[in-house]
């Protein structure tokens, strides 16, 4: 059966190979993301290729009011989200505690944390009515262990453990799935947006083994929307073969 798919931070990494998963399946999708011209390109792709409807908002989860907006504007035949993605994140610099830029806490609490309280908050009310839809948090393996000078990124994915497990106790009344996927080490923009464009350094950290990629994510993220009505997955740790904690590797 079709769905309707809400996928923020659509624009890269793992939102733009979830969309595309979904899309695969024929679902129409939602897509939200800061950088427009990625977002229509994306949209204009997936419509053409799996003959698909897809609404594109160009809006930051961070900004309370735009978020707002652009859900209360939904028109009325884009109402009925069956699953919200809450993919947009980011971890910006690796800094000791004590060494820490105030700018990149902000991104990352900002963006982590408030933004996909945000667009819990604007969409879930749509799904109580219905009695029916599934929530997906991105986390990571940040947010069940805490590593050097992961200080705050850590911080913000621990939040996310906790709303996710916060939310499913909130609506399981109302007939609502909740689960957490959190990934290892992947091999998207994510190392290149923490070390600020530094290619050199966002390299390094995926030499020696085999990383996941984006697409191995999405196929979770997908999976995990096909189970039964009666059955969810409330928590999910995926990671590359090769990685077995936050910072434990087999490296060659």
Known sequence: MKKTILITGATSGFGKAIATRFAMDGNDLILTGRREALLLELSAELRKKYKIEVLSLC?????????ELAISSLPEEWKEIDVLVNNAGLAVGMNPIHEGIIDDWERMIDTNVKGLLYM???VSPLMVERKKGHIINIGSVAGKEVYPMGNVYCGSKFAVDAITK???IDLVSHNIKVTQVAPGAADTEFSLVRFKGDKKRADAVYKGFQPMVAEDVAEVVFYVTTLPDHVNINDLVIMPTAQASAVNFFKV
Do not use: C, I, L, S
């Open 166 to 168: 916060g939310m499913r």
């Open 59 to 67: 809006f930051d989860v961070r900004d309370m009011e735009a978020v």
């Open 120 to 122: 819990t908050r604007f």
